[in-house]
Nanobody
């Protein structure tokens, strides 16, 4: 059974940092890339970052490039999202996902975590 469990969300001031973690069960890391998506109130879920199954390729949406870093630890079946220089517009529920990476602009989530809230105050 596939399970993805996020942790690390919270409240932070603008300019601060948070690190999200996602622990995966099953054979996720051997079969899928891993990614993060977010959904702000009243908005659609959007892609944030992804890392390939091998860990050799990473992908980011433009608004987080240079501020967020995705990394995986295969030994722990865990993927991380380090978020620096946070802005109020980063406020959202962040979801971890096992993803299929077709191309830079075609990354699809197949399995999802329950989400963790990130709130950035101004």
């Amino acid at each position: 059974q596939v399970q993805l469990v996020e942790s690390g969300g919270g409240l932070v001031q603008a300019g601060g940092s948070l690190r999200l973690s996602c622990a995966a069960s099953g054979r996720i890391f051997s079969s899928y890339g891993m990614g993060w998506f977010r959904q702000a109130p009243g908005k659609e879920r959007e892609f944030v970052a992804a890392i390939s199954r091998s860990g050799g390729n990473t992908y980011y949406t433009d608004s987080v490039k240079g501020r967020f870093t995705i990394a995986g630890d295969n030994a722990k079946n865990t993927v991380y999202l380090q978020m620096n220089s946070l802005k109020p517009e980063d406020t959202a529920v962040y979801y971890c996902a096992a993803v299929r990476i077709i191309s830079d602009s075609r990354i699809f989530g197949d399995y999802w975590g329950q989400g963790t809230q990130v709130t950035v105050s101004s």
